[in-house]
C-alpha cells in the first residue's frame, strides 16, 4: 500500500467518524457551546400561557371579560410590552426595591449627653464661622492690642471665667472659647467647667477622640507659663 492511499483512508475515516461536512469551516464545527447570557436590562415578564397555546385561545373565545385569569392575562400583556411606562420604575430588575418607610430616627444611645444646639450652632455652622473669623482679636484686643500669643500664667487664666471672657488651657495652650460655647455639642454649661483653667484633664476624660486643633485650633491666643516665671 502507497503511502499517499494509507493517508487518504486516515483523512476519509475520521471524517465519517466525527460526522463532519468537508465543508464546514474548523470554527463551525468545533464553535464554543453558547453559554446562556443574563442581562440585567432584562426585565420582561414571559407570556404565560404562550402566545399561540390552546389555552390562550381558549380564553379568548370566552365572553368573561372581569374573569380573574383574563385579568391576569391582560396585566402580563401589559407588563411584558416594549412600551416601557411613561414614569420609570423605581425597582431594580434584580428584584431590589428602595425602602419605602423612612429612615429610623437617631436613637438617644445610653452614655452620650449631647444636647440639642440653638439653629444656627451646628458643628458645621462653627466649621464655617471658625474659618471666616478672626476668633482671637476680642480677647486680645483686651490685652492692648497685642497681635502675638499671649504667655498666660494660672492666676491670670482664673481671671477669665465669664461667659463672654472665657479662656481655658488645652495641653499647654490658651484658648478663647467664648465664640464657641454657643456651639459645643456638650452644651455652654459643660465647657464653662473649665473656663478659666487647665482644663486639659477634664477635656480627655470627656471626649479623648476629638481633636483639639481641629475644633478650636484658630481660637488659640497663647501658652500657658508657670505662675513664677
Ligand atoms: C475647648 C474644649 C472642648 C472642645 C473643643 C470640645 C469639643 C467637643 C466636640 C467636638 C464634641 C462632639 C464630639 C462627638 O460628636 O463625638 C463634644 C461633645 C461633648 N463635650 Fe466637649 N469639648 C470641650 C470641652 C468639654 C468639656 C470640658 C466637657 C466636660 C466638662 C465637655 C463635655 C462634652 C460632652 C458631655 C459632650 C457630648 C459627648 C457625647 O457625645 O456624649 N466638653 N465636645
Given at each position: 500500500m502507497a503511502a499517499g492511499e494509507s493517508s487518504n483512508d486516515l483523512a476519509s475515516l475520521r471524517a465519517e467518524d466525527l460526522d463532519i461536512d468537508a465543508e464546514e469551516s474548523y470554527e463551525e464545527v468545533f464553535k464554543k457551546p453558547e453559554l446562556p447570557t443574563v442581562s440585567i436590562e432584562d426585565d420582561d415578564v414571559p407570556?404565560?400561557?404562550?402566545?399561540?397555546?390552546?389555552?390562550?385561545?381558549?380564553?379568548?373565545?370566552?365572553?368573561?371579560?372581569?374573569?380573574?385569569?383574563?385579568?391576569?392575562?391582560?396585566?402580563?400583556?401589559?407588563l411584558s410590552s416594549k412600551q416601557k411606562p411613561s414614569v420609570p420604575s423605581r425597582g431594580t430588575s434584580l428584584g431590589l426595591q428602595p425602602p419605602t418607610s423612612t429612615p429610623p430616627t437617631r436613637l438617644n444611645v445610653p452614655g452620650r449627653n449631647k444636647v440639642a444646639l440653638q439653629p444656627g450652632c451646628s458643628p458645621l455652622d462653627w466649621a464655617r464661622i471658625k474659618n471666616t473669623t478672626d476668633l482671637r482679636v476680642c480677647n486680645i484686643l483686651i490685652q492692648g492690642g497685642v497681635t502675638s500669643l499671649l504667655r498666660v500664667t494660672p492666676s491670670e487664666l482664673k481671671q477669665h471665667n465669664t461667659r463672654s471672657d472665657a479662656w481655658t488651657a488645652l495641653e499647654g495652650k490658651i484658648y478663647n472659647i467664648s465664640p464657641y460655647l454657643r456651639f459645643h455639642p456638650g452644651g455652654t454649661d459643660t465647657l464653662m467647667r473649665v473656663a478659666g483653667r487647665d482644663g486639659t484633664r477634664l477635656f480627655y476624660?470627656?471626649?479623648?477622640?476629638?481633636?483639639?486643633?481641629a475644633i478650636i485650633g484658630p481660637a488659640m491666643i497663647g501658652v500657658l507659663i508657670p505662675e513664677h516665671s
Open positions: 407570556m404565560f400561557p404562550a402566545p399561540n397555546s390552546a389555552q390562550r385561545q381558549a380564553e379568548s373565545s370566552r365572553d368573561v371579560s372581569t374573569s380573574k385569569s383574563q385579568r391576569s392575562m391582560l396585566a402580563r400583556e401589559l476624660l470627656t471626649h479623648s477622640w476629638v481633636n483639639i486643633d
